[in-house]
């Protein structure tokens, strides 16, 4: 069986109220993280980007096994 990935979800306020989502994730070091997916746009709130940040997580996301490869 694939490994288990290291993704972890982030907030980016790349300008006063323009919010991303950013899925990161460590490869071999898990004290460095390196950008894996972006929202291609910014969100209003930070509470919006979360949940879509986080909705994009469950779909990548096999329930009974994690997100591997």
């Given amino acids: 069986m694939d490994h ?3 993704i972890a979800l982030t907030v980016d306020e790349q ?4 919010f991303y989502w950013v899925l990161i994730e460590s ?7 390196d950008e894996f ?3 291609p746009a910014a969100f209003g709130t930070y509470m919006e980007a ?3 940040g986080f909705a994009e997580l469950r779909r990548m996301v ?5 997100l591997r490869g």
């Fill in 50 to 52: 979360l949940e879509a």
């Fill in 15 to 18: 300008e006063p109220g323009h």
């Fill in 37 to 39: 997916k972006a929202s």
């Fill in 4 to 6: 288990l990935r290291q």
């Fill in 27 to 33: 490869k071999d070091d898990a004290r460095r993280y």
């Fill in 62 to 66: 096999n329930w009974r096994d994690g």
